[in-house]
Nanobody, 114 residues
Framework: QVQLVESGGGLVQAGGSLRLSCAAS????????MRWYRQAPGKQREFVAT???????NYADSVKGRFTISRDNAKNTVYLQMNSLKPEDTAVYYC????????WGQGTQVTVSS
């Protein structure tokens, strides 16, 4: 059973930065892609960023230029560097991994105060 464990969330003021981590229980090369999603209170879960096994990245328009997804294959970890945070970035952030199946982490709370 694949496990994904997110960490790095917290409370930050608008304009600040956080780095989220997603540690996988197995080699992340086994996944076609790894993604970050987020879910704000009362809203649907939405896509934030993705990175493929070849390192190709893609972002939601709302975070382009502010967030950066990266991977450390040696540590089986994917990161989400979040800069210039806004109150509307407040959400639970989830890590997602995909091969023949889809796996989810438990989420980490990010709260941005104005």
């Amino acid at each position: 059973q694949v496990q994904l464990v997110e960490s790095g969330g917290g409370l930050v003021q608008a304009g600040g930065s956080l780095r989220l981590s997603c540690a996988a229980s197995e080699n992340i090369f086994s996944f076609n892609s790894m993604r970050w999603y987020r879910q704000a209170p009362g809203k649907q879960r939405e896509f934030v960023a993705t990175i493929t096994s070849r390192g190709v990245t893609n972002y939601a328009d709302s975070v382009k230029g502010r967030f950066t997804i990266s991977r450390d294959n040696a540590k089986n970890t994917v990161y989400l560097q979040m800069n210039s945070l806004k109150p509307e970035d407040t959400a639970v952030y989830y890590c997602n991994a995909n091969n023949f199946f889809t796996y989810w982490g438990q989420g980490t709370q990010v709260t941005v105060s104005s």
